[in-house]
């Protein structure tokens, strides 16, 4: 079964800082890495979507990696804001099923 | 136009009774997938409709959960005989043919078993 972690957990960050999430999963064998963000009391909204044949995307301040062959991606989001602040979750692909990290709780402090 | 929408968006119930948790996808979206978000964990797939297609029902961690979708767009989930274990947030997506790999995702059923 495939297995997403992410790391870290919890991480709090002054404003304008660079930073980086990270996430890893067992199974190589996926169509596609996506991360979304997670606002409390509301559902997920998707960031950014890697298909399993690409190495990164790009959307204003975020960039997500993919290195399918050691399973692994990083969310990198450049002069973080307070608005940034939220939980990031990346799941993969490999069929039907989406499987999803537990997320890393952003916090960034103005 | 509408999002994906979910009621009840809380329940509280007691233990051993019986919950529906209703959702309404975003009209025309072809599949609608139900997961499960306890404290601290990730979202756990649940179970999965792609238009008329039997559902993968893979995910349901007991007998005691099912779930429908009729007409091909609202769905219902069920829970009977509800345990304490059963509490976290339900939480539905549906995505269309032409982008399978976007969903869109309602706001959540809290759902807390006393």
């Known amino acids: 079964k495939q297995e997403v972690t992410q790391i870290p957990a919890a991480l709090s960050v002054p404003e304008g800082e660079n930073l980086v999430l990270n996430c890893s999963f067992t199974?190589?064998?996926?169509?596609?890495l996506q991360w979304f963000r997670q606002d409390p009391g509301k559902g997920l909204t998707s960031l950014l979507l890697?298909?399993?044949?690409?190495r990164e995307q790009t959307s204003g301040r975020l960039n997500a990696s993919l290195d399918k062959s050691s399973g692994r991606s990083t969310l990198y989001i450049a002069a973080s804001q307070p608005g940034d602040s939220a939980t990031y979750l990346c799941?993969?692909?490999?069929?039907?099923?989406?499987?999803f990290g537990t997320g890393t709780s952003l916090t960034v402090i103005p | 136009g509408a999002g994906v929408s979910q009621s009840p968006s809380n329940k509280v119930t007691e233990k051993g009774k019986d919950v529906e948790l209703r959702c309404d996808p975003i009209?025309?979206?072809?599949?609608l997938y139900w997961y499960r978000q306890s404290l601290g964990q990730g979202l756990e797939f649940l179970i999965y409709?792609?238009?008329?297609?039997?559902?993968?029902k893979s995910g349901l961690p007991s007998d005691r959960f099912s779930a429908e979708r009729t007409g091909g767009s609202v769905s219902t989930l069920t829970i009977q005989r509800t345990q304490q274990e059963d509490s976290a947030v339900y939480l539905c997506?549906?995505?269309?043919?032409?982008?399978?790999?976007?969903?869109?995702f309602g706001p959540g059923t809290r759902l807390t078993v006393l």
């Open positions: 997506a549906s995505s269309a043919d032409r982008e399978p790999d976007t969903q869109y």
């Open positions: 199974d190589s064998a996926i169509y596609n």
């Open positions: 890697i298909q399993s044949s690409q």
């Open positions: 799941a993969v692909r490999p069929g039907n099923q989406f499987y």
């Open positions: 009209s025309g979206h072809t599949a």
């Open positions: 409709f792609q238009g008329n297609s039997a559902p993968d």
